[in-house]
T-cell receptor, first 112, second 116 residues
Framework: ETGVTQSPTHLIKTRGQQVTLRCSSQ?????VSWYQQALGQGPQFIFQ???????GRGNFPPRFSGLQFPNYSSELNVNALELDDSALYLC???????????FGPGTRLTVL | AQSVSQHNHHVILSEAASLELGCNYS??????LFWYVQYPGQHLQLLLK??????LVKGIKGFEAEFIKSKFSFNLRKPSVQWSDTAEYFC??????????????FGRGTSLIVHP
């Protein structure tokens, strides 16, 4: 196990709703990244937070937003859910001493 | 934008066979290169990484990868696979951007099945 936890493990929503996913990073890891992994695909980078500010973003629309808290835990918010948002959402925290990412188990989101 | 290609989506081998998984990326600026592995029922975890220096990188469990800058490649190898190597393997590239941030791009993964 990596010490990175995510909640909830599974979630079912309907189109148009909003969802918040949570991630607790490992102690001392001040950078957290979020990824979307569709079935049969590799993880796609959504964005990254460093010291509570977004400092890198992939090709995702503004309805994907995030927060990082002083304890380095993080949230991913998705508004106006679409069917294509159904995926596994991964959080990863980065060890600044080794520049290595540690991934959580993911949250499986299903949008009906 | 960066793209990462993993040429083999599914690989099936017998134990003791040699393994090579291909990975090519498109953008040739300053990059960091990674291979991740996901064993059945487990988290994605780092297998090995290249930042600079010796282009032949050794990782965990006997894996190694070679960075060939001229070919934009970072192929993963293992001389003799074991049944426990059955997993999904992902190649990833981080593009270093000004200001110190980076944008990671993953390949779509290679599913490796090793028969005992």
């Amino acid at each position: 196990e990596t010490g990175v936890t995510q909640s909830p493990t599974h979630l079912i929503k309907t189109r148009g709703q909003q969802v918040t996913l949570r991630c607790s990073s490992q102690s001392g890891h001040n950078t957290v990244s979020w990824y979307q992994q569709a079935l049969g695909q590799g993880p796609q980078f959504i964005f990254q937070y460093y010291r509570e500010e977004e400092n890198g973003r992939g090709n995702f629309p503004p309805r994907f937003s995030g927060l990082q808290f002083p304890n380095y835990s993080s949230e991913l918010n998705v508004n106006a859910l679409e069917l294509d948002d159904s995926a596994l959402y991964l959080c990863a925290s980065r060890d600044p001493t080794t520049d290595t990412q540690y991934f959580g188990p993911g949250t499986r989101l299903t949008v009906l | 934008a960066q793209s990462v290609s993993q040429h083999n989506h599914h690989v099936i081998l017998s134990e003791a066979a040699s393994l090579e998984l291909g990975c090519n990326y498109s953008y040739g600026g300053t990059v960091n290169l990674f291979w991740y592995v996901q064993y059945p029922g487990q988290h994605l975890q780092l297998l090995l990484k290249y930042f600079s220096g010796d282009p032949l990188v050794k990782g965990i469990k006997g894996f190694e990868a070679e960075f060939i800058k001229s070919k934009f490649s970072f192929n993963l190898r293992k001389p003799s696979v074991q049944w426990s190597d059955t997993a999904e393997y992902f190649c990833a590239v981080n593009d270093r951007r000004s200001g110190g941030s980076y944008i990671p791009t993953f390949g779509r993964g290679t599913s490796l099945i090793v028969h005992p």
